[in-house]
């Protein structure tokens, strides 16, 4: 059953979740968008779901599908584990790149982890890609464990990072000022907190 997750303005269109299941139905745009990202991994004739690996249960994976029209024009394969969503594969075609596709797809996979009840997003990257670890540890992923090689590609090891799923809220004021006021000449033993600049309420400074 397809779950709409995501209907941004953007005109690449919309991001649905599908089960393992639902999208078998679109075998075939996967795996011309799998050979446009990752030649050969995916024979010709080949089942997209080769992407999940024989160590996964495809069954419990999930793909986040990005259309263009009728066009699958990206995809994430989620795995869960216990402890994190695995983003096991993120493919974006060539010709709607660096138009933010991408980054929706690892949002959409954020917010399935905190639904899921999992603490994190993980995934593995080729070590020498030097500019998506730099790209994925600007937005908070962490090295986790030592570098790995994935099994088939023995000879590319690869550097396993997690990010956790939660942000911090900013801090907000939750009293109007007129509220607040007469606390604060309390606060301040009857200091008038007009002509104070700052005031320290033991969660950080803020001013006046």
Same mark, same amino acid.
Request: charged share 20%; proline share 6%; net charge negative.
């Given at each position: ?42 024979? +010709?004739?080949?089942? =997209?779901? %080769? @992407?999940?690996? &024989?160590?996964?249960? *495809? /069954? $419990?994976?999930?793909?986040?599908? !990005? ?79 030592? +570098?790995?090689?994935? =099994?088939? %590609? @023995?000879?590319? &090891?690869?550097?396993? *990072? /997690? $990010?956790?799923?939660?942000?911090? !809220? ?39």
């Amino acid at each position: 059953m397809a779950s709409n997750i995501d209907s941004s303005s953007s005109n690449i269109g919309q991001i649905v979740r599908l089960s393992s299941a639902d999208a078998c139905q679109h075998a075939e745009a996967l795996r011309e968008l799998a050979t446009a990202c990752f030649p050969g991994a995916v024979p +010709a004739d080949g089942d =997209p779901s %080769a @992407l999940a690996g &024989p160590w996964h249960d *495809l /069954s $419990a994976c999930e793909w986040l599908l !990005a259309f263009d029209g009728s066009a699958v024009v990206g995809m994430a394969l989620l795995v869960p584990y216990h402890d994190a969503l695995q983003l096991s594969t993120l493919a974006v075609a060539p010709r709607v790149r660096r138009r933010g596709l991408g980054a929706r797809l690892q949002e959409a996979t954020r917010r399935r982890a905190i639904e899921l009840g999992l603490p994190r997003v993980c995934g593995s990257v080729d070590a020498d890609a030097a500019d998506l670890l730099k790209r994925y540890r600007a937005l908070g992923a962490v090295d986790d464990g030592s +570098a790995i090689c994935s =099994p088939g %590609a @023995l000879v590319k &090891p690869k550097v396993r *990072l /997690s $990010a956790p799923v939660a942000r911090e !809220a900013p801090f907000e004021w939750l009293l109007e000022w007129s509220q607040l006021e007469p606390l604060l000449t309390r606060l301040l033993d009857g200091v008038d907190p007009s002509t104070a600049s700052a005031v320290d309420l033991g969660c950080g400074t803020s001013d006046l």
